[in-house]
């Protein structure tokens, strides 16, 4: 990880949300249909909706989804297998995920929640549509995208006041975020995130996606391609205007893009346009799923 982060301060925070049953959980139903599928990728339709049905919040969203714009048949659904099938297998899995991510934590966070699960899920749907582009897999960088500022809330749970500070240092830049939370917590909320992650058993392309995304390259080359991907998702969405309720990018840099990010662009050898294209087609796609 960064040379400025103390490795045992983000394992203290993760035992000390543990202890105090404030750790996210990752659903059973979740965890059997991830197992499952890992197992078998051609599994029965039957056995899909029997694993999901266990989790009545999963039903519902999955249900809803299927009724938006987006997989809209024309007649509405009611039925977890018809919203199985129209959503397809392999969305259906990333949207389980996000219904998961939306309603992993008990405390509201001292800044807006909704702002930061917008930009989480747009990210996520830029990133999926510059994995299939470039040939990578879309579900990992779906999920590396969404996941990414999970620490952002294990660091507000763990002390409220402490992350508004750190949002005051922030001073709505994020490129000082990292810095400022390990000025206050002795961390910083991608390496957070990571942990939480490892203990869910991620892949290892989504927690090294995850952990270096504000600083891809310093990943390891393996996995490389996943930590730029996951930065280049969470800028893109900047650039759209949209913020994620803590920090923004500069007026400036939407019409100057930064170093960092012409030098992720190069990495896929990746044009700006092309890229703010892949935005808009994620913001569109959000829109018609209802986001």
């Known amino acids: 990880m960064a040379e ?8 203290e925070i993760m035992e000390r949300l543990k202890s105090l049953d404030e750790l996210p959980y990752f659903p059973d139903a979740l965890m059997r249909l991830e197992q499952a ?24 969203g999955l249900i809803k989804m299927a009724n938006s714009a987006k997989y809209m048949t024309g007649n509405e659904v009611n039925d977890l297998a018809d919203a199985v099938t129209i959503i397809g297998l392999k969305e259906m899995r990333l949207i389980a995920h996000l219904i998961h991510y939306q309603t992993s934590f008990r405390r509201k966070p ?23 582009f470039f040939g990578l897999d879309s579900g990992e960088a ?57 203990q869910w058993n991620f892949s290892k392309e989504t927690i090294i996606g995850v952990a270096f995304h ?17 930065f280049l998702a969470e ?6 205007g949209i913020d994620n309720g803590i920090a923004d990018i500069t007026d400036e840099e939407r019409e100057m893009p930064s170093k ?32």
């Open 4 to 11: 400025d982060v103390k490795p045992n301060i983000s394992k």
């Open 37 to 60: 599928l890992n197992e078998n990728e051609n599994l029965p339709m039957e056995n899909i909706v029997q694993l999901i049905a266990q989790d009545p919040r999963l039903v519902a």
């Open 110 to 132: 001292p800044f807006s929640d909704a702002f930061f699960l917008k930009h989480a899920f747009l990210s996520a749907l830029v990133a999926q549509k510059m994995a299939i």
């Open 142 to 198: 779906f999920l590396a995208a969404l996941m990414r500022d999970i620490g952002v809330y294990l660091l507000a749970t763990e002390d409220r006041e402490k992350y508004l500070e750190v949002i005051k240092l922030t001073d709505y830049d994020i490129s000082k975020l990292a810095l400022a939370e390990n000025k206050v917590f002795g961390t910083y909320h991608a390496l957070m995130s990571a942990r939480l992650l490892q």
């Open 214 to 230: 504000h600083n891809p390259e310093k990943a390891e080359e393996s996995c490389q391609s996943y930590a730029y991907l996951t």
């Open 235 to 240: 800028q893109a969405v900047f650039r759209l």
């Open 260 to 291: 960092k990010l012409l030098d992720a662009l190069a990495y896929f050898d990746l044009s700006i346009d092309k890229y703010d294209e892949f935005a808009q087609q994620a913001y569109a796609e959000a829109e018609k799923m209802g986001i």
